[in-house]
């Protein structure tokens, strides 16, 4: 019995002075020490020995099992740093490239729902266009036929810069910005962030995200504005999904409706989430007014166009049934592992 502990302790020694993967580890650990582990057989034979014999033996066979634990948790710190150490030299990250699936285990499920937005809008022709977050006050109001003191930039309050400056409320001052740029025919898509000073709240949020549209050119009609925002409606949320215009008021269009789509989740019958209306709001849309038009130097007599806005936050809040807005912002690994 002797001989097999210290044949024991020499087997398990040698195996673990030069192991290299921690699943070995466990094997040499099942090996002697498991159940039916060679030192616990040993532990189990001794029952056979004589009254003197079995505390000696026993006394070496927990010596020997100490001296394999010990090994065994220093081959696993070594074995752990040198694993850290080959990922850290093999681990290349580009951090100018977009969150990955493959690096990073998820995506922000508002960038998986403004690509699948983006590319509904590239089919169709469109150009993605980015404006400025901090913008001037003509850009974000007055060249969008929201006049110096009228009441509806209350609606809208900001945060003030200073001078003529300030945080952009709306995607809308792109289309001004890309009208003043280029002549028609335009057809642009404008993502980006803006700011209000808003509480947060559930559904509120003092930064959040909008997606602009514009189209320009001749003889473009509401029915323009219509079969491009239906189309895009079946895309995203599929070919059962129908829309609804209602009249609203825009400062920088005229006409001005909202769009509905019928409930996803209900398909039009009633429920909590469209608050049994059978639909649901997702964007402003209307007619370019003449008046930007012509402050961006476009002549209304040649050329119409229509414009759309909708929030990104609440759109992928639709999409996935996510109830509060502020789980975003909030990089829980628990919620965005889940995209
Ligand atoms: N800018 C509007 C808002 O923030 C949304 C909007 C409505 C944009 C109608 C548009 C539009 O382009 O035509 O409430």
New binding site residues.
């Given amino acids: 019995m002797r001989e097999k502990l210290e044949q024991i302790k020499n087997e398990a020694l040698d195996q673990l002075s030069n192991i290299e993967s921690l699943a070995v580890l466990d094997e040499v650990r099942v090996k002697y020490l498991g159940k039916k582990g060679e030192l616990t057989a040993v532990l189990r034979g001794m029952k056979d020995l004589s009254k003197e014999e079995r505390p000696v033996i026993g006394q070496m066979a927990n010596e020997v099992r100490v001296k394999i634990e010990s090994m065994l948790e220093e081959a696993k710190e070594s074995l752990g740093s040198a694993l850290r150490e080959k990922q850290l030299k093999e681990e290349v990250i580009d951090v100018t490239m977009p969150a990955k699936k493959k690096v990073l285990g998820h995506r922000h499920p508002m960038n998986v729902v403004l690509d699948e937005i983006q590319n509904i809008f590239l089919g169709m022709g469109y150009t993605i266009v980015e404006g400025p977050e901090v913008e001037q006050s003509y850009y974000n109001f007055e060249a969008?036929n929201v006049p110096e003191n009228h009441p509806a930039k209350d609606e809208?309050d900001t945060f003030y810069l200073g001078g003529d400056y300030l945080l952009r409320?709306?995607?809308?001052p792109v289309?001004v910005r890309t009208m003043e740029k280029s002549k028609p025919p335009i057809r642009v898509l404008a993502p980006g962030r803006?700011f209000r000073s808003d509480e947060v709240d559930a559904t509120h949020s003092p930064v959040f995200h909008?997606i602009?549209?514009?189209v320009v050119d001749k003889n473009i009609t509401m029915s323009d504005l219509k079969g491009a925002l239906a189309v895009f409606a079946k895309e995203l949320y599929g070919e059962n999904a129908k829309v609804k215009f209602r009249p609203?008021h825009?400062p920088?269009?005229e006409p001005?409706a909202e769009m509905d789509v019928s409930c996803v989740y209900c398909e039009g019958e009633g429920c909590r989430i469209c608050k049994n209306t059978g639909w649901i709001e997702i964007?402003?849309?209307?007619m370019?007014h003449p008046r930007v038009l012509e402050m961006c130097g476009i002549d209304p007599n040649e050329y119409s166009g229509?414009?759309?806005?909708?929030?990104l936050e609440r759109i992928t809040m639709l999409k996935y049934g996510i109830n509060d807005l502020r789980l975003f912002f909030e990089n829980d690994m628990r919620f965005l592992d889940q995209f």
């Fill in positions: 969008l809208q409320t709306q995607t809308s289309q803006v909008q602009e549209g514009l609203h825009f920088f269009t001005s964007l402003g849309c209307g370019v229509f414009a759309f806005g909708m929030g």
